[in-house]
């Protein structure tokens, strides 16, 4: 029987992965679509247990396999116990998507920003992300995949954001040097980077027009659904994806 690349690469056992910031929003809807891929979930979270664990209450009533996991991912130690209980629970560890990010409350200019909010959006977006990816490169299963997030505000160079978009270039750099880092493992690193999606985070506090006009700044004239995102993060941890290395997909419905 023939065998083709694609299908080459899927492991005998079942595969396992941990989403970061998972209890809502992107990252719940990007654990449910793995889980539906057949893929055993660790929904991280940092302070929202109860929101986690509905996550895998409707991952385990549909059949899968899941479990909630605290660790704050900007501290080694927590992180490192995110991994050991993962491999505990399920065997090993062969996906890591690295959701869990803040945002710029609001429109803060640089010249307006204090250390406080400087010194988090770092350890969150950046060290959050490399705390979770150096411990990847010792503990991924060998054809495993690394998935980051960046976002459209990257390339947008919206005033207001500029802490937070250097924190994304920074992510997304990593993820280039880092999937050549990892050459001869058969582990591929990338980034999705979403336009505006529609999550609770993104939505509050937001008036009606100005929801409006962020809808209509893509062609497809919508906000982007959780669910829009979660499909290509399926995509590239998938076999149909084992080609796609180092590169960041901006999910923005063609807005930029």
Known sequence: MNTTASQATRPAHQQVAIVTGASRGIGAAIATRLAAEGIAIIVNYAGRKDDAERVVAGITAAGGRAAAIQADVAVPAQVAALFDQASTLFG?????????????????????TDDELFDKLLAINIKGSFNTMRIAAKRLREGGRIVNFSSSMKTMASPGYSIYAATKAAVETMTNVFAKELRGRNITVNAVAPGPTATELFLKDKTPEQIERLAKLPPLERLAQPEDISGIVAFLVGPDGSWINGQTVRANGGSI
Not at 94 to 111: F, S
């Open 92 to 112: 090993g560890v062969d996906i890591l998507v690295n959701n869990a990010g803040i945002i710029q409350p609001g429109l803060t200019m640089l010249a307006d």
